[in-house]
Every structure is written in C-alpha cells, then in structure tokens.
C-alpha cells in the first residue's frame, strides 16, 4: 500500500491562501513592478558610474565592487538602499492595512472563526505569508545583481561582499516586518479599511519628513550659540540629536545597510580628531560591522515584536460577530 502524505494542517493551508491572495492582487503587482523598475534604474546608473568608482584609490571601498552596484550614483538618482527606505514601508503597509477589517466587513472573518481554528494561527498566518513573499521578492533581486554583475564584469565576488549583501537583505525584510506588523495592528483597531491605510501611511510621513525637522527646531530652539560651545559640547548636542532621530524606523534602517554596505564605516555619530588620531581609513571586518549596527538591528525587531504582540492583544479581545 502507498503511504499517504499527511493533510497540512490549518495554519499551512491559511498561509498558502494568504500568499495566493496577495499575489493576484493589483496593489501587489504595483508595487513589484515599482521595487523592480526601480532596482533596474538604479543598477543601471550604477554599471554606468562603475568604472570611476572601483578606480578612486582614494575610497577605502573601491574594491568592492559588488557592494558599489548597490552604492554607487552619478546623483541623478538615489541608490538603491535609499530608495528601499522609502518603498519598503509602502510594500508593508499595502500588504496589512486591510488584513483583519476587510475580513469582517466582507464577514468571511466570522465564517471563518467558526472553524476549528486558533485565532492567533490566523493573524500569524497573515503576517507569515506576507513575510514569505518579500522575503522571496528581495532575495530574488539579490541574486539578480549579482548574476548580472558576473555576467557582465566577470569579477568574482568575494565572501564578506556576499555576507554584506544577505545582511542588507535581512535588514530590509525586518524593516518591511515592522510596517506590516503596525498595519496589521492598525487594521484591527480600526474597522474601515480606509482609515487604516490613511493611518499607516500618516505614520509613515511623519516619521520620513516631518519627525526629523520636529527635532531640529526643539533641539536649535534651546541650543546655545555654537561660538560660545567647546567640541565636546557640540559633539554632546549632536549625539543628542542623532538619538532622537534614531527613534524614527527609517533612521535607524538607514544606519544599518549604509554601514553594511560601505565596509569603511566605523562610527554612526560624530568623533573627536583624538578619536580620529591613529585611525587607518580601511575596511572593516562584517563582524565589526554587525556589532556597530546591532544596535539599530534590535531595535527594528523590538519595534516589529511589540506593534505584533499589541495586535495580538487587541485581536484575541476583538468580538468578532460585531
């Protein structure tokens, strides 16, 4: 007699659903095609300027060329890491505005919650399957570039290039994690889909525009004239306003991958010429790096458990029959 495969458990079959739905949907497909079109823009703009970048000597970071496709820029456009910190938080907030209210306004939610199933499989379930696929969508750029830069360089890449770059990719999946995990919370919280987009997106504005010149204006509102400030007391108001800043999530994903991906960077805050003092401008080891940006590494997966852990609550005290 044949063996036969054991059925896949509830939770397995709602996170297929879950990934089928998000790939037929039309605000999915949008936004591929806009991380894509913009990732062939910027390795485009990055294969022109490739030849000048790899030849300054002068730039501790010039041999590394596979991290200079996802650096370099002739300004006419952003590189590619500085566009993700923009349409990662899109890519996030498009797959869990409506993860939850849409679910009961349609009242499939209702239905559903009639079956023998836990609630919390169905809101990890939702979260699980739109992880999956921007996990799927950013490694498959990833191996895209570098495909396309052995194809038409012919330089081998080197281990700490291919670490570097799995890292940045692991960053941007937690900073989509973040935004996916605050509009899967907003969309329990509110009922109407609409509001919890407005709500995300709002959120995310604030923090990418508004936040960063909030904090300018109330630290310069109560600094003292520079003249009359030594170094250090400068350097103190600056790393002030560094770590204000860093409450923002983009700041602290823009900390991340740029140490990544620019091997030579050995400090995120401003340093004294003592501290200078000795310094040899070299790369420096992916471990190094990782320890300087542990830091902002935790606080995004600290940020994605609570907004997650507080949707958790809310969704298990929800009346669903409401």
């Not at 919650?113 to 696929?133: C, E, G, H, T």
């Amino acid at each position: 007699m044949k063996s036969q495969s054991p059925d896949p458990g509830p939770f397995s079959v709602m996170v297929h659903k879950e990934i089928a739905d998000h790939i037929r949907s039309w605000r999915f497909s949008i936004l591929i095609a806009l991380i894509v079109l913009t990732f062939i823009a910027a390795m485009y703009v990055s294969l022109a300027n490739i030849k000048s970048a790899i030849g300054n000597t002068k730039d501790p970071d010039h041999l590394f060329l596979y991290l200079k496709l996802l650096t370099t820029t002739d300004n006419s456009i952003p590189p590619f890491h500085v566009f993700l910190s923009f349409l990662a938080p899109l890519l996030g907030i498009s797959l869990g505005f409506d993860a939850v209210n849409s679910e009961q306004n349609s009242g499939t939610l209702t239905r559903l919650m009639a079956q023998p199933i836990y609630r919390d499989n169905l809101l990890l379930a939702k979260f699980v399957s739109a992880l999956v696929i921007v996990s799927g969508l950013f490694l498959a750029l990833a191996l895209l570039m570098i495909g396309g830069g052995l194809v038409l360089t012919g330089v081998r890449m080197e281990p700490q290039e291919l670490l570097r770059i799995f890292g940045f990719i692991v960053i941007t999946i937690a900073y989509v994690a973040f935004w996916l995990s605050l509009s899967i919370m907003l969309s329990i919280l509110f009922k109407q889909t609409a509001t919890s987009a407005l709500t995300a997106i709002g959120i995310w504005l604030f923090f990418t525009i508004f936040y960063p010149i909030i904090i300018n204006l109330i630290i310069k509102s109560f600094l003292p004239d520079p003249a009359y400030l030594t170094q250090a007391e400068i350097i103190g108001y600056n790393d002030l306003i560094l770590n204000l800043q860093r409450i923002a999530p983009n700041q602290l994903y823009s900390d991340a991958v740029t140490t990544l991906l620019m091997p030579s960077v050995r400090s995120l805050g401003p340093i004294t010429m003592e501290q200078m003092a000795g310094a040899i401008p070299a790369p420096l080891q992916f471990k190094e790096s990782v320890m300087i940006v542990w830091p902002q590494v935790s606080g995004l997966m600290a940020s994605t458990l609570g907004c997650f852990a507080l949707a958790y609550y809310l969704f298990m005290r929800r009346e669903i029959r409401s």
